[in-house]
């Protein structure tokens, strides 16, 4: 009675408590987890070893699945669009390269696209530093270009005064478009020139440096995009000559972008596949070790039947 109504001190009438006792047994037919007393079961050595061994496969899966689940993954895919438009129509590009025969005075960056741009030295955000006692010059510099085809080149152009034999050797340190990405799981050419070494090329040899150019995006957990570019890169070298028959040798970078945006988006296992997985694991482990247990076991009571009906 005080287990059916622990919260009552009335007294059940036997009416009361035969119904309460039905009760409880239909109830109770709706349990699919029956119950097997000990009494009924048979302990054996193999069922504890493929137990243990069952357990620890379970702990190993558990902890991979618990790996994968807090770490992050990275999925890329391709579209057609422009994917910063906010940006104006412009893109950030970022160029270091050295020219160690060649003096600051005579280093320069044209600028010029299909939009009818045309800049001769540009300065802005730019710096040289003198190389080899000021017989060499590194140029860093920030500039924009337009989304449109066109090319932007070193060289001695806009100079007061042009030098006999100038020396283009040169070696290129970065060149790099858009926002900088330092994830570690996208490997991608955003800075495919990087390390470029052209010391033993013709000193007055020309080089073009043909770029397409891949619109690149990257979102994190939180939603952020960062926009950055990819590129791909072919180079030639030839000796230019300039309507005097002069050599007028140039370092030329020559883009156009691609269509084609690549969009690196990070994301993690939602919980409920985790945990769909996690139950998979515990119950497809247990009813594995279960039918092993029970094949070893039917097959032990078999070869003893066996041998009992030798004995005899």
Not at 61 to 90: C, H, M, Q, R, W
Not at 101 to 110: E, I, P, T
Not at 124 to 129: D, P, R, V
């Amino acid at each position: 009675q005080q287990f059916l109504y622990p919260l009552t001190a009335k007294k059940l009438k036997p009416y009361d408590l035969k119904l309460s006792v039905n009760l409880c047994l239909c109830f109770c037919v709706f349990d699919i987890y029956r119950k097997v007393p000990k009494d009924l079961t048979q302990p054996t050595y193999t069922g504890a070893f493929i137990s243990i061994l069952c357990c620890v496969f379970i702990l190993f899966l558990f902890l991979s699945e618990l790996t994968g689940f807090i770490a992050t993954e990275i999925v890329n895919e391709l579209y057609v669009d422009d994917p910063d438009k906010d940006s104006g129509g412009k893109i950030e590009v970022s160029l270091n390269i050295s020219l160690p025969n060649l003096h600051c005075d005579l280093v320069g960056l044209d600028i010029q696209d299909e939009m009818g741009r045309h800049e001769v030295g540009h300065i802005e955000n730019s710096m040289k530093i003198p190389l080899n006692q000021g017989d060499g010059c590194r140029f860093e510099g920030e500039f924009t270009i337009n989304k449109v085809p066109g090319n932007f080149h070193v060289s001695t152009h806009s100079a007061t005064a042009q030098p006999q034999n100038p020396d283009m050797t040169h070696t290129i340190h970065k060149l790099a478009f858009g926002e900088k990405l330092q994830v570690q799981k996208v490997q991608g050419a955003f800075n495919a020139l990087g390390g470029a070494d052209k010391m033993s090329s013709n000193p007055l040899a020309s080089h073009d440096y043909i770029l397409k150019i891949v619109p690149t995006v990257y979102e994190d957990l939180s939603g952020r995009q960062r926009f950055s570019y990819q590129y791909t890169v072919a180079n030639k070298e030839y000796v230019a000559y300039s309507h005097t028959g002069r050599i007028i040798p140039a370092i030329w970078f020559r883009y156009d972008l691609s269509p084609i945006t690549v969009k690196y988006t990070e994301r993690r296992q939602p919980l409920y596949r985790f945990i769909t997985t996690i139950c998979a694991i515990i119950g497809g482990a247990f009813t594995v070790a279960g039918i092993i247990d029970s094949c070893i076991f039917t097959a032990s009571e078999a070869w003893k039947k066996i041998q009992i009906g030798k004995m005899s």
